[in-house]
């Protein structure tokens, strides 16, 4: 007979164990909180526009390409790649400047800002390159049971990265640039892990070499949430039930294993083997009662930041946004500083605006425009009242129609916000924390919640808070890594 898994979540993690266990015999089944799947890889509908919630673009394409390799088919997603990879647009500066993986390209872009930038991106670039390729498969493409096995692959990892250990990316870029505007725009990559290049290590440099040189940025034609369509139709043509708002509420454990789960209509959930894949921090502290993560531990933890999220249908089209756009002021490193441990908006924000529909008029009515805005704001812990929400949507909408040249508000059609406690409350995202556990060295690896349970032999963790990491390409390798386990399983330690 076959071996039954049950999957908490249908976020991309899950979706892509799913796709995995079938291929390799197992039945699946999923049980989802939301009304449909894909966890934070979403969509909206609304008044004839149609948005992605989350995520907009990714790195490392070739991840899904292995996915689908391992599944016995071609990647069936239509992926596009980013060229500009994106835009910035600074305060003080009518222009945005347009960044180009092409190296000569580029620096025309800085030309009046930074001198002999290709000769200095090329250094800086190279040492990323060689971290990149000296740690993918040695210590993040990999599980570990036990802390010897992590500082056995540390050891591998040539000595000559050591410093990187030591610094914040924002030291390392400066080290290697001088104008204040490419050392802004290297730095945005810190972001993308939920944190500021402020508070991350030097290490993340590397996602400069992927985002720059390696594969680029990608998205998919006809928007994000083809990847989360293109699965469900996989899954479920292979036989895979989803059963939709239908929240696990607690756990059945004869004190080894798990041996069923139970919703918010007291209907047990039973199966041979379980994968969670709501936060594997909060999870075992909310459902499990584990000592080590009690909300007052969880919330000591490091965790990403927070998204404030708008969704705008204008009417016309806005001609001076790209696909990709960042809006930064002219006072970076005190507003990372401070900004995202207060309790009040800030008066100048900083954010990034996607608009699906310059290169997907399906999204948007004919003659309009679909925006994502995306503002990183702080956690729950710092700043739990969101009553003013709407304030802070008009201040972004007033600065950005100016720095455009677009009355956004006149010509506003539709509009839904999304604050960190619709994000927490939509899905269980710890403290509303957009991309869940951080990535500071004491958070990584062998030291990130892993993806099986200490304590109960057949339940296992996969998504953005277990190993390796949050982004779509990670989470699509803690599929593969989740896979493993159940296939060769051992304890961990
Ligand atoms: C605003 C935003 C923008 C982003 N942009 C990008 C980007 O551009 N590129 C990129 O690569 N990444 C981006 N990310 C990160 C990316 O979305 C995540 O890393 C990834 O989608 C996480 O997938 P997951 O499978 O771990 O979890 P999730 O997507 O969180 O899925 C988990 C699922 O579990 C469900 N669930 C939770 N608890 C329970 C329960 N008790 N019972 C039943 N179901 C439950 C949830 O409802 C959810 O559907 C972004 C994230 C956000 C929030």
Not at 62 to 74: R, S, T, V
Not at 382 to 407: C, H, N
Not at 439 to 459: I, S, T
Request: with cysteine; hydrophobic share 40%.
């Amino acid at each position: 007979m076959k071996e039954k898994v049950l999957i908490v979540g249908a976020g991309l993690g899950a979706l892509a164990t799913a796709l995995r266990l079938v291929t390799r015999g197992y039945e699946v089944e999923i049980v989802e909180k939301h009304h449909q799947a894909g966890g934070r890889l979403n969509q909206i509908k609304q008044d004839g526009f149609t948005f992605d919630t989350g995520p907009s673009f990714f790195s490392m394409s070739y991840e899904f390409d292995e996915l689908f390799k391992d599944c016995g088919m071609e990647n069936p997603l239509e992926m596009n790649e980013l060229n500009p990879v994106y835009s910035v647009y600074f305060s003080n500066r009518k222009k945005p400047f347009l960044i180009y993986k092409d190296l000569e390209k580029l620096a025309k872009e800085f030309y009046d800002v930074e001198g002999d930038f290709v000769q200095k991106a090329k250094g800086y670039l190279a040492q990323a390159k060689a971290l990149f390729h000296d740690t993918e498969n040695v210590i993040v493409k990999r599980n570990y049971n036990n802390l010897l096995q992590y500082g056995t692959s540390l050891l591998r990892v040539p000595i000559k990265h050591s410093p990187l250990l030591f610094r914040t990316m924002w030291q390392e870029l400066e080290r290697h640039f001088d104008s204040e505007e490419v050392k802004i725009i290297f730095s945005l990559v810190a972001f993308f892990l939920g944190a500021t290049p402020f508070d991350t290590p030097a290490v993340y440099s590397l996602l400069n070499y992927t985002e720059l040189e390696h594969d680029g940025y990608w998205n998919i034609k006809g928007g994000m949430y083809k990847i989360t369509e293109t699965f469900v139709s996989l899954l479920e043509e292979r036989g895979v039930k989803f059963h939709y708002n239908t929240e696990i509420t607690s756990v059945i454990t004869n004190g080894k294993e798990v041996n069923g789960f139970v919703d918010q209509n007291d209907h047990v959930w039973k199966a041979d083997k379980y994968v969670c894949n709501a936060d594997a921090a909060a999870f075992r502290g909310k459902m499990l009662g584990r000592k080590k993560f009690t909300e007052a531990k969880l919330d000591k933890m490091d965790w990403t930041l927070a998204p404030f999220t708008i969704y705008l249908g204008v009417k016309g089209k806005v001609e001076n946004l790209h696909h990709h756009n960042y809006f930064l002021g002219d006072n970076f490193k005190s507003y990372a500083d401070k900004i995202f441990k207060m309790s009040v908006n800030p008066e100048k924000p900083y954010y990034y605006v996607n608009v699906s529909s310059k290169s997907n008029a399906a999204c948007a009515p004919e003659g309009c425009e679909n925006l994502f805005i995306l503002c990183p704001v702080p956690d729950l812990r710092y700043k739990p009242d969101w009553q003013d929400k709407e304030q802070l949507a008009e201040t972004i909408l007033k600065d950005m129609s100016e720095r455009v040249g677009f009355d956004l508000i006149g010509n506003r059609v539709t509009q839904t916000i999304l604050d960190p406690v619709d994000w927490q409350n939509m899905f269980n995202l710890y403290r509303g924390s957009g991309l869940g556990l951080a990535h500071g060295l004491n958070q990584v690896a062998a030291m990130r919640p892993k993806n099986k349970d200490e304590e109960f032999d057949n339940l296992y963790y996969v998504g953005a808070s277990t190993t390796p990491g949050t982004g779509l390409p990670i989470v699509v390798i803690s599929s593969k890594l989740v896979t493993e386990r159940i296939e060769k399983d051992v304890p961990v330690i």
